[in-house]
């Protein structure tokens, strides 16, 4: 069974272009931590290695228990004013807090 992810153009490509940039990391890690301000908080980093709990996505990887939080996600990057950053469109969030980061479900 496949869990359902999707990212979009920009996000693919900034995936890439941050993996780049970071050495010899080769994935980038997307998981969910509890904490936050509103229970759960997404949390980006790069990797070298695949854990057996890990989904691969292209050049990302997602630990199945957050997986499991976002499936049926999209993941975005989006570039504004006040900043630049991906953006987990996470249909199963019931709320979030304005940074966009934390989120409870």
């Known amino acids: 069974m496949t869990k359902k992810i999707s990212f979009t153009e920009d996000a693919l490509k900034q995936i890439k272009k941050v993996i780049l940039e970071n050495g010899p990391k080769k994935y980038f890690r997307i998981s969910v931590k509890g904490g936050g301000c509103s229970g759960f908080k997404y949390n980006f980093t790069f990797d070298d290695q695949v854990n057996k709990d ?10 199945k228990t957050s997986l499991t939080i976002i499936e049926g996600s999209t993941i975005d990057y989006k570039k504004e004013m006040i900043g630049d950053t991906f953006v987990i469109n996470n249909p199963k969030a019931s709320s979030s807090c304005g940074c966009g980061l934390s989120f409870s479900v």
């Open 54 to 63: 890990d989904v691969i996505f292209e050049s990302t990887i997602i630990d």
